[in-house]
């Protein structure tokens, strides 16, 4: 069975830096689309940052870029983002996403991900 756990999140003032971790496990370590969204109270879920299987390969949504950083770490079957010069819009509740095919590029829809975890809670303060 597969399992996604986040972990990372927490409170922060603004202009700070946060790093989330994504660990998968049941799976075998391999080259697989990632991705991080997120969702703010009253809103709905959107897509952050994705990795494709080539770790060369990213995608940002505009309003994150230049400010978060998608990698991963294929030994350890983990993705990261690396969130700096936080904002109080930057608030939410951040999902980790997987592919569960090999070898695709960057996916930035929900319904292209199979597995999801359960969240970590992101708080910037003004």
């Known amino acids: 069975q597969v399992q996604v756990v986040e972990s990372g999140g927490g409170l922060v003032q603004g202009g700070g830096s946060l790093r989330l971790s994504c660990a998968v496990s049941g799976r075998t370590p391999g080259l697989y689309a990632m991705g991080w969204f997120r969702q703010a109270p009253g809103k709905e879920r959107e897509f952050v940052a994705g990795i494709g299987w080539s770790s060369s390969d990213t995608n940002y949504r505009d309003s994150v870029t230049g400010r978060f950083t998608i990698s991963r770490d294929n030994a350890k079957n983990t993705v990261f983002l690396q969130m700096n010069s936080l904002k109080p819009e930057d608030t939410a509740v951040y999902y980790c996403?997987?592919?569960?095919?090999?070898?695709?590029?960057?996916?930035?829809?929900?319904?292209?991900?199979?597995?999801w975890g359960q969240g970590t809670q992101v708080t910037v303060s003004s």
């Open positions: 996403a997987v592919d569960r095919i090999y070898g695709r590029g960057v996916l930035t829809r929900e319904d292209d991900y199979d597995y």
